[in-house]
């Protein structure tokens, strides 16, 4: 076996020997393999039978397709050079065939993974400015109806029934984030019960398919951003949903997950955690996709994006929690969730009962770029009798700090949105702010989760996170853990 054997053996591109005519004389293996023709069945083609189009000889890097055995057509790249052994003699062609199928896969799921960043860097301005938006509307709404709660009129009844659609805006703008940063979940201790119910019903709304909840009714309290699991609960119900074509079962189970050696848990911290199942009864997944189903872009729909999956194994990931997959044929899909737990933990909202709380009089600076925001801000820190200093700038904020401490009255706590456009922002302000006065509180206040000073607000000079847009009840909780 010559150098050249070898070398033509291992090729990765089809080599064709052709005659001057185009009839093939000599094919190498790779030839074989993308055409889907032995190579005994090349040698009784032309060149001309395998491409599409015309043929023509010198060529090098044109595009053009070729029709494999089974009659698919596939992309490739052409290249050829004539033999000559003496000047204007051709005794053949040496032709290369490049199968471009990989690479074209590849270049659309860049362009598909660019417009996706530009549109991620659309959904977080988007999301930042409702945010701000929401603000105003559901902290006014929320006042509106404190204010009428003893009035037993319509307009108090008609003002809660808004307010119970705020917290799924609320998830909307978090969700847009999420897909624009990749955001961190900002956790709190939830009733797991309570996030999948409400999430499997609205993905189930409309449909035919019969749905199963089964909670354990000694089920640990969850440690999770709610929003983002609902997320996840959502993803997984509609692909089940799309998968059986609106009629099947759907079963979800959770259970606490007490088995410390469980293989589940395997590269996980150690601590609690609660086992959650999705089921459904659907066709199963192809066994070919059950290694790639969390990767992006794979889906088994026609109009999927093959983000869904991607998307809750990210955040699941970030919850230092885990999702698997198990699936077969016609046998339906089951995805297993790890959900991080705190058994000691009080469900905010529920079983935290609040302490006693009285701000009045107290001095706050606020420190917001949006004029709707600081207002509504405002009006309910008046309503615990709170006086309110506004800044609209790092610098107004800094300056306001020590105008206070030269007069001797300083603030007993201050609120700080993160992102001011065209100025100093809130970290930065908060150092500043705290080398004048080290002892004051501040609350930091955003629409963003991502944030590094979100999930650890302590490390950044501030005592608790607001998390925007926020109602009268979650503003008094902030203050109320800052200045008791």
Not at 61 to 90: A, G, H, M, W
Not at 165 to 191: M, Y
Not at 218 to 233: K, N, R, T, Y
Not at 388 to 409: F, H, N, W
Request: with cysteine; net charge negative.
């Amino acid at each position: 076996i010559t150098a050249a054997d070898q070398i033509i053996g291992v090729m990765s591109d089809a080599l064709f020997l052709a005659e001057p005519g185009g009839n093939i004389a000599f094919v190498n293996d790779s030839a074989a393999q993308v055409t889907g023709y032995s190579a005994s069945e090349l040698t009784a083609l032309k060149i001309t039978d395998l491409v599409e189009g015309e043929f023509t000889s010198p060529c090098r890097n044109i595009r053009n397709t070729c029709i494999q055995k089974n009659q698919k057509e596939i992309p490739v790249l052409l290249s050829s050079v004539p033999l000559c052994r003496r000047k204007d003699e051709i005794e053949g062609h040496v032709v290369l065939m490049k199968d471009m199928t990989d690479f074209d896969r590849m270049e659309a799921e860049l362009s598909k993974a660019q417009k996706l960043e530009a549109l991620g860097v659309f959904a977080g301005g988007i999301a930042h400015d409702l945010n701000n938006m929401l603000a105003g509307v559901i902290g006014f709404v929320d006042l509106a109806r404190m204010t009428m709660e003893q009035d037993s009129g319509s307009a108090a009844c008609y003002l809660g029934k808004a307010r119970q659609s705020f917290p799924r805006l609320t998830d909307l703008t978090r969700q847009l984030l999420t897909f624009a940063k990749g955001g961190s979940p900002v956790k709190s201790v939830v009733d797991l019960c309570a996030v999948v119910s409400e999430s499997a019903s609205l993905a189930l709304s409309g449909s035919a398919i019969r749905e199963n909840i089964e909670i354990a009714p000694d089920l640990w309290p969850a440690e999770i951003d709610p929003g983002q699991i609902s997320q996840v609960i959502n993803n997984l119900v509609i692909n089940a949903r799309q998968a059986m074509e609106d009629h099947g079962d759907i079963t979800i189970r959770a259970h606490n997950l007490t088995d410390a050696d469980h293989p589940l848990l395997e590269g996980l911290p150690g601590g609690f955690y609660i086992l959650l199942t999705v089921s459904d009864t659907g066709p199963g997944i192809p066994a070919e996709l059950l290694p790639r189903i969390f990767d992006p872009f794979v889906t088994t729909k026609e109009s999927g994006s093959g983000l869904g999956l991607s998307t809750s194994h990210s955040i699941l990931k970030r919850h230092r929690g885990a999702i698997r997959v198990t699936s077969r044929e016609g046998g339906g899909t089951t995805f297993t969730l790890v959900i991080p737990a705190r058994p000691e933990g009080e469900i905010e909202g529920i079983t935290a009962e609040r302490k006693p709380f009285t701000a009045r009089g107290k001095r706050c600076l606020l420190l917001d770029d949006d004029a709707a925001v600081r207002e509504v801000a405002a009006a309910m820190l008046d309503t615990f009798g709170i006086i309110t200093t506004e800044a609209s700038t790092g610098e107004d904020a800094v300056a306001a700090v020590e105008a206070a401490i030269r007069d001797g009255r300083p603030f007993d706590f201050a609120i700080f949105d993160l992102t001011i456009v065209g100025g100093m922002g809130g970290v930065e302000a908060a150092g500043m702010v705290k080398a004048i006065d080290r002892k004051l509180p501040i609350i930091v206040s955003s629409g963003y989760s991502d944030i590094p000073v979100m999930e650890n607000p302590q490390a950044y000079g501030f005592s608790v996170v607001l998390q925007k847009p926020y109602q009268v009840g979650a503003l008094r909780d902030a203050i109320s853990s800052v200045i008791g």
